[in-house]
């Protein structure tokens, strides 16, 4: 059993940052992907970046490229969303989730989901 918990959420201007948080805590597994998803109203979930352990490999949707940053504390069992220049299209709910294996874009493709935290980005 794994479970996520996100917080960091919250209201910012255009052009502002966020930084969001994922604690996991439960059964490990021996190779994993740590995914970082958002979903906004009257759209569907969609992929926002992902992290692997142990070899840290990261993969992020061309839409946050150069925006957002993934990283994780291991011995905290934590893993990171920095979000810098946000646009108002940023603005959704976003949910970290992981699953056994390599990096992967589809959320069906992922296990365990935290509730989410809401960022909401003005214009």
């Known amino acids: 059993q794994v479970q996520l918990v996100e917080s960091g959420g919250g209201s910012v201007q255009a052009g502002g940052s966020l930084s969001l948080s994922c604690a996991a805590s439960g059964r490990t597994f021996s190779g994993y992907a740590m995914g970082w998803f958002r979903q906004a109203v009257q759209k569907e979930r969609e992929f926002v ?37 946000l646009k108002p299209e940023d603005t959704a709910v976003y949910y970290c989730a992981a699953r056994r294996g390599w990096l992967e874009q589809d959320p069906q493709e992922y296990d365990y989901w935290g509730q989410g935290t809401q960022v909401t980005v003005s214009s």
Request: aromatic share 8%; hydrophobic share 35%; no cysteine.
């Open 49 to 85: 970046g992902a992290i692997t352990h142990p070899s840290s490999a990261t993969d992020y949707a061309d839409s946050v490229k150069g925006r957002f940053t993934i990283s994780r504390d291991i011995a905290k069992s934590v893993v990171y969303l920095q979000m810098n220049s």
